[in-house]
């Protein structure tokens, strides 16, 4: 399922239109960068935890040519015991 999708699906099953499923759907999306931006965790109970966490600057190389990453946060998520069930 795609972003398109995922709209269609929403608007279909809430009983709205295509365009504010579309409002909703961006705007969780937003919200949730917004937070993991800002260093926050985002937890929805039953589905899942977004969170950030530290990757380490290294250094390698490619096809001879020497490099160095700079130390950056990763955005992961955690799902919750109900999503786990759910797909089992």
Same mark, same amino acid.
């Given at each position: 399922?795609?972003?398109? /999708?995922?709209?269609?699906?929403?608007? $279909?099953?809430?009983?709205?239109?295509?365009? $504010?499923?579309?409002? %909703?759907?961006? !705007?969780?999306?937003? %919200?949730?960068? /917004? $937070?993991?931006?800002?260093? /926050?965790?985002?937890?929805?109970?039953?589905?899942?935890?977004? @969170?950030?966490?530290?990757?380490?600057?290294? /250094?390698? !190389?490619?096809?001879?040519?020497?490099?160095?990453? @700079? @130390?950056?946060?990763?955005? %992961?998520?955690?799902?919750?015991? !109900?999503?786990? $069930?759910?797909?089992?």
């Amino acid at each position: 399922m795609n972003k398109t /999708e995922l709209i269609r699906t929403v608007a $279909e099953q809430a009983g709205v239109s295509n365009k $504010e499923a579309l409002t %909703v759907v961006n !705007t969780l999306l937003n %919200v949730i960068g /917004e $937070e993991l931006k800002k260093g /926050e965790a985002v937890s929805i109970t039953g589905f899942g935890t977004f @969170d950030t966490k530290k990757v380490e600057g290294r /250094e390698g !190389t490619f096809r001879g040519f020497k490099y160095h990453t @700079d @130390d950056h946060r990763s955005p %992961v998520f955690t799902a919750g015991k !109900t999503l786990k $069930e759910q797909v089992r």
